[in-house]
C-alpha cells in the first residue's frame, strides 16, 4: 500500500508560480512511478507530468513543457510540481498518483492517488 498527501495548492494571479508537494509513505514506493495529473471543471483527469524515483526519468505534457517542473526529494520521501507562469486555463484540482508500471501519462496506469488539491489562477 501507497499513501499520498498532496500540498501547496491554493490561490495564484496569472503569471505567479506555486509549488505543490507530494508525500509518499509505504514499504515499496520507492520501484514506482509518480505522476501530477490535472483535472477541470467539466473535463477529463490528465496527466501533467510524471517522475520516476529511480534514474529520474521525467514526462511532461506538450500544454505546459517550459512552465512545470517535476522533481523529488528522497529523503523527503516528497515529489513536487513547480508550476510557473500560470494561466487561468491551469485552474484545476491536482491530484498526485503512483504507478507500478513505470512511466505514463493515462489513470489506468497509475494504483495510488492523493486526495488532491486545489489551485486557482485568477486576478
Known amino acids: 500500500q501507497v499513501q499520498l498527501v498532496e500540498s501547496g495548492g491554493g490561490l495564484v494571479q496569472p503569471g505567479g508560480s506555486l509549488r505543490l508537494s507530494c508525500a509518499a509513505s509505504?514499504?515499496?514506493?520507492?520501484?514506482?512511478?509518480m505522476g501530477w495529473f490535472r483535472q477541470a471543471p467539466g473535463k477529463e483527469r490528465e496527466c501533467v507530468a510524471a517522475?520516476?524515483?529511480?534514474?529520474?526519468?521525467?514526462y511532461y505534457a506538450d500544454s505546459v513543457k517550459g512552465r512545470f517542473t517535476v522533481s523529488s526529494d528522497n529523503a523527503k520521501n516528497t515529489v513536487y510540481l513547480q508550476m510557473n507562469s500560470l494561466k487561468p486555463g491551469y485552474t484545476a484540482v491536482y491530484y498526485c498518483?503512483?504507478?507500478?508500471?513505470?512511466?505514463?501519462?493515462?489513470?489506468?496506469?497509475?494504483?495510488?492517488w492523493g486526495q488532491g488539491t486545489q489551485v486557482t489562477v485568477s486576478s
Open positions: 509505504g514499504r515499496t514506493f520507492r520501484s514506482y512511478a
Open positions: 498518483a503512483a504507478s507500478k508500471r513505470g512511466l505514463g501519462a493515462q489513470q489506468y496506469e497509475y494504483d495510488y
Open positions: 517522475i520516476r524515483w529511480s534514474g529520474g526519468s521525467t
